[in-house]
């Protein structure tokens, strides 16, 4: 070895040119090769090659290139990428126990599945789409399986029974429950009346904007205009016009606009004094309101606040700088590092601790007897969800068919549409609550996915992701297996 350059060193070995005594052999001469050194075709060593598809697995392309200039290897993303997809893939026997789930390559328009290993929680593949035939093939290919935990989508349903009709079914619990709570809200949210006289006590003034209260406040703005100085109307735009169907002007709004305009805004400091000394105008200069009539009520309201606040300052006003309507309400001073609230504003409550909800207050249980006591309905349903409650925590699905049963039965407990929803896929649900498998481990690569896809900032295609995933996931494996177990 000797130094080439500074910071370079180079070696050079020699190697022996062998030729071949058969006539008819194509290859006349070929070159003796070092293990581990040296490869066929080969512009970098194989240690190199190793390093670089390690590095591309982990931090894909353009981060290797970038890391690769502090260690001295140069190489382009291409070569990097092509060294990632020509990697062998990890090697899995079929599953016993098969996990499916979506995935989102562009939220809300292209979506894939990912298949799992329950057992071994190993990601097996990556299927481009999420069409029922797409998974029948592949569980066509791949025979052997027993059971396949998955959501209640149509579209897994019928292509886990359309590829694998000997496998068992198993709907996943959450998914389930969540569906049972989206049931409970709706039912909840059309007892509204019930829930906003439990929280507003009585002769509470509603928050609904009315038109006669809109009405009261333009006449309160109204009357803060000078004498003789008549309101004017709000300016409109250029290209807004009168809505189709209407011949007269457009009615008032019921509720006005929560922030006003540029134009609406009250001026409440008054100008700068002509001198050159900075000081704003005569002392007993007042804010001027003439623009309070063209803003909402609130609005006039926030500004008759801030002016008075204005006029108890005092002469110190007249120096102190510009500030706005925020100054008045929220101190002046910007969060500590770390601490993205406003001083003055409340911690935002935390959840409980455990996965198990937090025991309701002596308050709140109070009001959740009355309203129960109000509504046979949701007394009714409340029955029914403690006891599917019940199901599903001692894993007895062998009742789920009687609970249906009892609320179709129940016309007052609201929960008929959720029942009926169950019966298609019946076995599956039943199977679901009775045994221990769930979607718990697909849920989890998933979120493993969707963290390595905003690491290529969505520009991989999935051949690419499917490489990444599989790969980084052996890599644990083999790291965890490695690692000494400690009692």
């Not at 990097?80 to 126990?97: C, D, G, Q, T, Y």
């Not at 886990?160 to 049972?180: E, F």
């Not at 989890?444 to 991989?460: M, S, T, W």
């Amino acid at each position: 070895m000797r130094r080439s350059a500074p910071g370079r060193y180079s070696s050079s070995c020699s190697v022996r040119r062998l030729f071949c005594d058969n006539g008819g052999c194509a290859r006349v001469t070929f070159a003796e090769q070092v293990d581990g050194l040296t490869s066929r075709y080969g512009r970098r060593t194989p240690v190199l090659q190793r390093a670089i598809g390690a590095l591309g697995v982990v931090l894909a392309a353009r981060a290797v290139v970038r890391l690769g200039l502090l260690l001295g290897i140069m190489v382009s993303r291409m070569t990097v990428l092509r060294v990632v997809m020509a990697l062998p893939e990890p090697a899995w026997a079929v599953p016993r126990v098969l996990g499916v789930d979506e995935f989102a390559t562009r939220k809300g328009r292209r979506y894939g599945s990912i298949l799992i290993d329950c057992e071994t929680r190993q990601p097996l593949d990556l299927l481009p789409d999420r069409e029922a035939e797409t998974l029948a093939s592949w569980l066509r290919e791949h025979p052997g399986i027993e059971i396949v935990c998955r959501d209640r989508a149509a579209f897994f349903a019928d292509g886990a029974r359309t590829g694998a009709p000997q496998a068992q079914h198993c709907a996943d619990k959450w998914h389930v429950w969540h569906n049972l709570g989206e049931a409970v809200e709706r039912l909840v949210s059309r007892h509204r009346a019930l829930l906003r006289e439990l929280v507003e006590p009585p002769g509470a003034r509603s928050r609904t904007c009315t038109g006669a209260r809109a009405d009261h406040g333009r006449r309160q703005a109204a009357r803060a205009l000078p004498a003789g100085e008549v309101p004017r109307p709000a300016p409109r735009h250029p290209r807004r016009g009168p809505r189709p169907g209407r011949a007269g002007p457009e009615p008032a709004r019921s509720r006005p606009p929560t922030r006003a305009g540029p134009q609406h805004r009250p001026q409440v400091r008054p100008r700068r004094h002509p001198g050159g000394d900075g000081r704003t105008g005569p002392a007993n200069s007042t804010p001027t309101v003439s623009t309070w009539s063209n803003a909402s009520p609130r609005a006039a309201r926030t500004c008759r606040s801030y002016t008075a606040n204005y006029r108890n300052a005092g002469p110190a006003a007249a120096t102190a700088p510009c500030a706005t309507t925020s100054t008045h309400c929220v101190p002046d001073a910007s969060p500590p590092r770390g601490d993205r609230r406003w001083p003055g504003r409340p911690h935002p409550a935390k959840p409980p601790a455990g996965s198990r909800a937090a025991p309701l207050r002596a308050d709140d249980q109070l009001q959740l007897k009355t309203l129960l006591a109000r509504s046979p309905e949701l007394t009714a349903a409340t029955g029914h969800v403690r006891t599917f409650a019940t199901i599903m925590s001692n894993r007895e699905g062998d009742r789920l068919r009687g609970w249906i049963a009892n609320v179709c039965a129940d016309e007052q407990c609201g929960l008929t549409s959720f029942a009926a929803g169950l019966i298609p896929d019946l076995d599956a649900v039943i199977y679901g609550l009775s045994t221990e498998w769930s979607s718990g481990p697909v849920e989890g690569r998933v979120n493993d996915l969707k963290a390595l896809k905003r690491a290529l900032f969505g520009r991989a295609g999935l051949p690419l992701l499917r490489k990444r995933v599989l790969l980084i996931a052996a890599s644990r494996r083999a790291k965890s297996a490695s690692e000494p177990k400690h009692p």
